[in-house]
């Protein structure tokens, strides 16, 4: 099996593992400081429209310093006098420092009917802001980062859904009125780029399910996007449809559907590739390489005109995704808990850490399986051996089952792989270096490497280790990042074993793993 399908699979199985049964309605990702949230009526892990407004809610308050939760605008039931909602988002990231940071931009449940979207952008905020103080990597893309997230973009429409009806628009009741549960504008066909350009790309009729609306950007959700997007993200790219963006654009838009298994990226109006095809296929498969989705771009599903997608990367030049999640609309809890949530969390973890370069980056190696042995997860006296351990690959890509050798990414060996050791009360750098290949020699694609960190001079506090490879073309890859704690008086515990309790449900060809019972003084991780 080729390292990256390999390590994929352990990923998957470790998180899994890690994933707590929902008896409680909580979700996984999210603080145990939250209170329980209200599910969709049959899918209690799905949070509805109100119980998104209200975790965010809370989470800004938990996190004042590092969310803020804002509103950008209205659905159109609310712009109408009819009820509705505000458009809200959250913004996360650490208010000190640098003002100008590289942006990501989350945004989900577009469609109304595509339960899982909301679930996971939610997940992956609460994810963040729970583990700023303990997870280095997660520290250090809150200091770096600005993540925008719009939970619902649709949440008129959302509304209908969670009657169990499938509702796919927006609910301007302008359009089919004469029949109730067919109104409203298909928002991923409403956008101003290439709107009503490709045949069969949307619909003029207004009963159909992908409805462009009456005009280009009719609609108030359409509109407070497009808006909210151009006060984000500069323009890198000249008026022409042949223009590229520079190479050194920042910021990233992660669009994300349901269902499919898919990762997706421009043109979706043309079967030509976008002039970043190439990089935009590179990240394509590197974020595929997380989940396990089949990647191309976005045309290969069918045709589409005004779609976010490509208003994002055509009018900006700011890359753009969609994730199309699943493996159905109204996807299962368990579906949902044991694969969609466990394998995006890292694809979107990734997509943070390359939104300062996300067209040069992606190129670089990964670093996998990151550890610190000795350090464990508690402080250790000065002098402590600490062995730092990776495995680093040029080659971390998902491609489709008949793809060419010819088509594939072009992969480098491995020249070095750097590591830096921070002070994390003021990010002053105590110890550098170069971690060693464990043969010898770099001279492959993919290399276990190690050093062993001196730790005899650090002062008691906590440090966090950071680590990039860099192939033989000069390109380095996204950093990642462990902590440690150094404290003279400590005593190292003695960690015993856990106590194993494992249970197994099938039905339908699925089985859920519930290891929620077991025991341990610790956190169980794997």
């Given at each position: 099996i080729p390292l990256n399908e390999a390590e994929l699979k352990r990923k998957r199985a470790k998180a899994r593992s890690t994933t707590k049964s929902d008896k409680q309605n909580t979700n996984a990702y999210v603080s145990a400081n939250l209170p329980l949230f209200?599910?969709?009526?049959?899918?209690?892990?799905?949070?509805?429209?109100?119980?998104?407004?209200?975790?965010?809610?809370?989470?800004?308050?938990?996190?004042?310093?590092?969310?803020?939760?804002?509103?950008?605008?209205?659905?159109?039931?609310?712009?109408n006098g009819q009820g509705g909602f505000d458009l809200k988002v959250l913004v996360l990231g650490n208010q000190q420092g640098q003002e100008d940071k590289p942006k990501l931009l989350l945004q989900s449940a577009m469609h109304a009917r595509e339960y899982a979207t909301a679930a996971l952008t939610m997940e992956f905020a609460g994810y963040l802001l729970s583990r700023y103080e303990t997870d280095a990597d997660v520290n250090w893309v809150l200091n770096e980062r600005e993540?925008?997230?719009?939970?619902?973009?649709?949440?008129?429409?959302?509304?209908?859904?969670?009657?169990?009806?499938?509702?796919?628009?927006n609910a301007n009741a302008n359009f089919c009125p004469e029949?109730?549960?067919?109104?409203?504008?298909?928002?991923?066909?409403?956008?101003?780029?290439?709107?009503?350009?490709?045949?069969?790309?949307?619909?003029?009729?207004?009963?159909?399910?992908?409805?462009?609306?009456?005009?280009?950007?009719?609609?108030p959700e359409t509109q407070v996007v497009e808006s909210y997007i151009r006060s984000l993200f500069d323009d890198h790219r000249g008026a022409a449809d042949t223009d590229a963006a520079d190479l050194n654009t920042q910021g990233l838009h992660l669009d994300i559907h349901s269902y499919g298994s898919l990762v997706v990226w421009p043109w979706g109006h043309d079967s030509n590739a976008a002039p970043n095809g190439p990089q935009l296929q590179t990240l394509g498969r590197k974020f595929a390489a997380f989940n396990g989705y089949r990647a191309f771009q976005a045309v290969g599903m069918y045709p589409t005109d005004g779609t976010i997608d490509d208003f994002v990367y055509g009018e900006l030049g700011i890359p753009s995704f969609v994730f199309e999640l699943g493996t159905q609309f109204f996807e299962t809890c368990e579906v949902y808990q044991q694969q969609v949530l466990p394998t995006n969390i890292p694809a979107l973890?990734?997509?943070?850490?390359?939104?300062?370069?996300?067209?040069?980056?992606?190129?670089?190696?990964?670093?996998?399986?990151?550890?610190?042995?000795?350090?464990?997860?508690?402080?250790?006296?000065?002098?402590?051996?600490i062995k730092l351990t990776a495995t680093v690959s040029d080659n971390f890509y998902q491609y489709l089952p008949d793809e060419v050798d010819s088509a594939k990414e072009s992969v480098q060996s491995i020249d070095r792989v750097e590591y830096v050791v921070k002070n994390a009360d003021d990010n002053a750098t105590i110890l550098e270096g170069l971690l060693l290949p464990e043969d010898g020699l770099y001279d492959t694609v993919t290399e276990e490497v190690y050093i062993n960190l001196a730790t005899a001079s650090l002062s008691e506090g906590d440090y966090h280790v950071f680590v990039t490879a860099i192939d033989s073309s000069g390109q380095p890859g996204a950093v990642s990042a462990r902590k440690f704690t150094i404290n003279n008086a400590s005593e190292v515990p003695t960690n015993t074993a856990p106590e194993a309790a494992f249970s197994v449900e099938c039905a339908h060809f699925l089985c859920v793993l519930d290891a929620s019972d077991s025991q341990d003084d610790q956190d169980i991780i794997e």
């Amino acid at each position: 099996i080729p390292l990256n399908e390999a390590e994929l699979k352990r990923k998957r199985a470790k998180a899994r593992s890690t994933t707590k049964s929902d008896k409680q309605n909580t979700n996984a990702y999210v603080s145990a400081n939250l209170p329980l949230f209200e599910g969709i009526p049959g899918y209690s892990c799905y949070p509805t429209v109100e119980a998104t407004y209200a975790m965010a809610e809370a989470l800004s308050q938990q996190f004042p310093n590092l969310a803020e939760w804002k509103t950008v605008g209205e659905s159109w039931r609310k712009a109408n006098g009819q009820g509705g909602f505000d458009l809200k988002v959250l913004v996360l990231g650490n208010q000190q420092g640098q003002e100008d940071k590289p942006k990501l931009l989350l945004q989900s449940a577009m469609h109304a009917r595509e339960y899982a979207t909301a679930a996971l952008t939610m997940e992956f905020a609460g994810y963040l802001l729970s583990r700023y103080e303990t997870d280095a990597d997660v520290n250090w893309v809150l200091n770096e980062r600005e993540i925008h997230i719009l939970f619902v973009m649709n949440p008129d429409g959302r509304k209908e859904a969670e009657k169990g009806l499938y509702w796919r628009k927006n609910a301007n009741a302008n359009f089919c009125p004469e029949s109730p549960d067919k109104i409203g504008v298909d928002l991923n066909r409403n956008f101003s780029f290439k709107w009503n350009t490709t045949e069969n790309g949307s619909s003029g009729e207004a009963c159909a399910s992908n409805f462009r609306g009456d005009v280009a950007a009719s609609e108030p959700e359409t509109q407070v996007v497009e808006s909210y997007i151009r006060s984000l993200f500069d323009d890198h790219r000249g008026a022409a449809d042949t223009d590229a963006a520079d190479l050194n654009t920042q910021g990233l838009h992660l669009d994300i559907h349901s269902y499919g298994s898919l990762v997706v990226w421009p043109w979706g109006h043309d079967s030509n590739a976008a002039p970043n095809g190439p990089q935009l296929q590179t990240l394509g498969r590197k974020f595929a390489a997380f989940n396990g989705y089949r990647a191309f771009q976005a045309v290969g599903m069918y045709p589409t005109d005004g779609t976010i997608d490509d208003f994002v990367y055509g009018e900006l030049g700011i890359p753009s995704f969609v994730f199309e999640l699943g493996t159905q609309f109204f996807e299962t809890c368990e579906v949902y808990q044991q694969q969609v949530l466990p394998t995006n969390i890292p694809a979107l973890l990734y997509a943070a850490k390359v939104a300062d370069a996300p067209y040069v980056k992606p190129a670089g190696p990964n670093v996998i399986g990151l550890r610190l042995q000795g350090a464990g997860q508690f402080a250790i006296p000065a002098g402590t051996e600490i062995k730092l351990t990776a495995t680093v690959s040029d080659n971390f890509y998902q491609y489709l089952p008949d793809e060419v050798d010819s088509a594939k990414e072009s992969v480098q060996s491995i020249d070095r792989v750097e590591y830096v050791v921070k002070n994390a009360d003021d990010n002053a750098t105590i110890l550098e270096g170069l971690l060693l290949p464990e043969d010898g020699l770099y001279d492959t694609v993919t290399e276990e490497v190690y050093i062993n960190l001196a730790t005899a001079s650090l002062s008691e506090g906590d440090y966090h280790v950071f680590v990039t490879a860099i192939d033989s073309s000069g390109q380095p890859g996204a950093v990642s990042a462990r902590k440690f704690t150094i404290n003279n008086a400590s005593e190292v515990p003695t960690n015993t074993a856990p106590e194993a309790a494992f249970s197994v449900e099938c039905a339908h060809f699925l089985c859920v793993l519930d290891a929620s019972d077991s025991q341990d003084d610790q956190d169980i991780i794997e």
